[in-house]
């Protein structure tokens, strides 16, 4: 616990009867970026205004650098944060947003003036010291809050949502500069989106929210390719989630594709309880007769062309509906809505889970399917 730039530990925020975040507890390395990813009113928010001092937990403990900061105000806790609503100060300009938290920490003239220039070096905005806010694009206000939050030199650095207001061109061009901060700087990130593009993208683990609690923490990879819940596998990509059913002997049941099989052999058997497989559009190929696949028939309902790739909608005589994901290039010609055709998918790449299936994707989790 000891060498933990953050730890949250049993974090509960309630408000009356609404449950904000229940029992959190995230561990956060020294110059690690942790996202906290899920829809909207899962505590992320409530978790990370914690963490700044803005909002005081019902219980639990947490603790920057070893150190007990719940007693402590939002400015002694060495904590920058990063809003998605830039937050400056309209009737400021540029120089006075970025200096204002070493003011308030009574840094001497020269020594603003030195950290003030160079944050703004670091976000490529000098020359723009006296312009106001509304003087500036979105993008360049998003990098004076950028730079206003680590111009102090802050151990962690908090962004919620910071590039949510910003179309996709400039969300993906300042995804690229954070990270570009974050290996400069080597502070600690805590980053808030909803976006599971940008949590895949930008972080060395993630914390999948829902429902107040957390659902996964891993890395992407861990939480792309086995996760521990339906609720999960649907947040992250998309997902097609099968019925399952438990046939005795490690021996499994696919109604919706008319498959019965033998469980392959791997790690981590599957959970006898498992109820849903849960397989990437992208693990689903058209048959090829390799002997460890598993085929079946489909008919092509929808075809989406995506620029690089096209995904598919498929139906099987049992009326179970697949998404089927091809990359541009493949050899195979494009199919036709209509079109009969047989597919594979090797089992080892499905995840086994328990819970119930539901009807297509969606990123609002039914009841009862959190851990
Ligand atoms: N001040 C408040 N009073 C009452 N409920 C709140 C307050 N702040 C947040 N909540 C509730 O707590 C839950 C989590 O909110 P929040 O942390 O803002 O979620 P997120 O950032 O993931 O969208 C939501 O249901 C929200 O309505
Ligand atoms: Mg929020």
């Not at 008319?258 to 693990?283: I, K, N, S, V």
């Amino acid at each position: 616990m000891h060498g933990a730039a953050v730890s949250f530990r049993n974090i509960a925020k309630r408000y009356g009867s609404v449950v904000a975040l229940e029992d959190f507890t995230l561990e956060v390395q020294p110059g690690e970026f942790v996202t906290l990813l899920g829809p909207s009113g899962s505590g992320k928010s409530t978790a990370l205004n914690i963490l700044a001092g803005f909002t005081d937990p019902t219980e639990g403990q947490l603790t920057v650098a070893g150190r007990d900061v719940l007693a402590m105000p939002p400015e002694r806790r060495n904590v920058g944060m990063v809003f998605q609503s830039y937050s400056l100060f309209p009737h400021m300009d540029v120089f006075d947003n970025v200096a204002f938290p070493l003011k308030l920490r009574k840094v001497s003239r020269a020594e603003i003036q030195r950290r003030v220039a160079s944050a703004l070096e670091m976000v490529q905005l000098p020359g723009y010291e006296r312009r106001r806010p509304s003087e500036l694009s979105g993008g360049q206000r998003q990098r004076v809050a950028f730079a206003r939050a680590v111009v102090f030199e802050p151990a962690v650095l908090l962004m919620d949502e910071p590039l949510g207001a910003l179309d996709l061109k400039l969300r993906e061009a300042m995804q690229a500069e954070i990270k570009r901060y974050h290996r400069q700087l080597g502070c600690t990130i805590v980053f808030v989106t909803h976006d599971q593009g940008e949590a895949l993208a930008l972080s060395d683990r993630i914390a999948v929210m829902g429902q107040a609690r957390i659902a996964q923490i891993g890395t992407p990879e861990d939480i792309y390719d086995r996760p521990v819940s339906r609720y999960v596998a649907q947040f992250i990509g998309r997902t097609n989630a099968l019925e399952l059913l438990p046939m005795g002997q490690r021996r499994w049941q696919l109604p919706g594709l008319g498959l019965t099989f033998d469980e392959p052999a791997q790690d981590a058997p599957w959970p006898a309880e498992a109820a849903a497989l849960c397989l990437r559009p992208e693990h689903l190929r058209r048959a090829d007769g390799r002997s460890s696949a598993l085929e079946f028939e489909a008919q092509v309902s929808e075809v989406t062309f995506l620029g690089d790739h096209t995904l598919y909608l498929l139906r099987t005589r049992q009326a179970a509906e697949l998404q089927l994901h091809e990359s541009r290039g493949a050899q195979a010609a494009p199919l036709r809505r209509g079109d009969q055709v047989r597919l594979a998918f090797d089992p080892t790449t499905a995840s086994a889970l328990s819970g119930p299936v539901h009807a297509a994707s969606s990123h609002t989790p039914p009841p009862g399917d959190l851990p």
